[in-house]
């Protein structure tokens, strides 16, 4: 039998907030010389996710399904190591990369070409890797040879293309998805949607957060409902959408 992809047991995420006094310039030396004087400034926080206890096997596709401010991005972000886990246990066995903000880390003055190697080290690839790469990159963004201009002066359609083609050329093990990422650009659309529709065949689980329903059903058979950041349902993906319709609706 093989292991599963993930394994979570009582995990929690707690993020700190800081009295005021403890943010001061003025209050700096004191707070360097205190270490009591800092952990009491930290003890106030908020807990997003509340003891979530779960697996991901291998071929499953998990929906997370939640309101706003459920904990549904803060779950995706802790799986895939951006957060670290405040309490309980995380085993991620495999390669986990989350298609989150894809412009994130780009850099305006750069060239497209730059960009490329930028995003790609940034996201763990090596030279090598990416210089294997960057032909296909180039070619699915269909940029020309406007991916030797700085990326500055693109058009948002522009942007997105080279943003989309360069996040998406990793195919991780285990896929996590805050939304499905399209392109309002039509011409760019049919691409898009078939990348992305192969980056979810290959992989080999899958953890999506999307408030779109019939995508859901599409590409999961499992549903898991947050609520203020505690699972709330876990269990098929029809039962999982209805029991979260009553819920916002009692």
Same mark, same amino acid.
């Given at each position: #039998? +093989?292991?599963?992809?993930?394994?979570?047991?009582?995990?929690?995420?707690?993020?700190?907030?800081?009295? %005021?006094?403890?943010?001061?310039? #003025?209050? #700096? %030396?004191?707070?360097?010389?205190?270490?009591?004087?800092?952990?009491?400034?930290?003890? +106030?926080?908020?807990?997003?996710?509340?003891?979530?206890?779960?697996?991901?096997?291998?071929?499953?596709?998990?929906?997370?399904?939640?309101?706003?401010?459920?904990?549904? +991005?803060?779950?995706?972000?802790?799986?895939?190591?951006?957060?670290?886990?405040?309490?309980?246990?995380?085993?991620?066995?495999?390669?986990?990369?989350?298609?989150?903000?894809?412009?994130?880390?780009?850099?305006?003055?750069?060239?497209?070409?730059?960009?490329?190697?930028?995003?790609?080290?940034?996201?763990?690839?090596?030279?090598?890797?990416?210089?294997?790469?960057?032909?296909?990159?180039?070619?699915?963004?269909?940029?020309?040879?406007?991916?030797?201009?700085?990326?500055?002066?693109?058009?948002?359609?522009?942007?997105?293309?080279?943003?989309?083609?360069?996040?998406?050329?990793?195919?991780?093990?285990?896929?996590?998805?805050?939304?499905?990422?399209?392109?309002?650009?039509?011409?760019?659309?049919?691409?898009?949607?078939?990348?992305?529709? +192969?980056?979810?065949?290959?992989?080999?689980?899958?953890?999506?957060?999307?408030?779109?329903? #019939?995508?859901?059903?599409?590409?999961?058979?499992?549903?898991?409902?947050?609520?203020?950041?505690?699972?709330?349902?876990?269990?098929?993906?029809?039962?999982?959408?209805?029991?979260?319709?009553?819920?916002?609706?009692?």
């Amino acid at each position: #039998m +093989s292991e599963n992809l993930i394994d979570a047991k009582n995990l929690s995420l707690s993020v700190p907030y800081y009295q %005021p006094e403890a943010r001061k310039l #003025m209050t #700096m %030396p004191r707070r360097l010389l205190s270490d009591v004087y800092f952990r009491r400034a930290r003890r +106030s926080g908020r807990t997003i996710l509340k003891n979530l206890t779960f697996s991901l096997a291998p071929g499953e596709r998990i929906g997370i399904i939640g309101s706003n401010g459920a904990g549904k +991005s803060s779950l995706l972000r802790v799986l895939g190591g951006v957060y670290p886990v405040t309490d309980g246990e995380l085993t991620v066995r495999g390669e986990a990369r989350g298609l989150f903000n894809i412009q994130l880390g780009m850099n305006l003055e750069g060239t497209g070409i730059e960009n490329i190697y930028l995003r790609g080290l940034q996201m763990g690839l090596n030279l090598t890797e990416i210089r294997e790469r960057v032909e296909s990159v180039v070619e699915f963004s269909g940029l020309g040879d406007d991916i030797n201009a700085p990326i500055g002066i693109y058009s948002t359609g522009m942007m997105l293309r080279l943003a989309f083609a360069v996040s998406t050329m990793i195919e991780p093990d285990i896929l996590l998805l805050d939304e499905w990422i399209g392109s309002g650009d039509v011409s760019f659309r049919d691409k898009t949607e078939e990348r992305m529709n +192969s980056l979810v065949d290959k992989s080999r689980g899958l953890v999506l957060a999307t408030h779109n329903a #019939m995508l859901m059903k599409r590409l999961c058979s499992r549903g898991i409902v947050l609520d203020n950041g505690s699972a709330v349902f876990d269990g098929e993906i029809e039962a999982a959408l209805e029991f979260y319709t009553r819920m916002i609706n009692s």
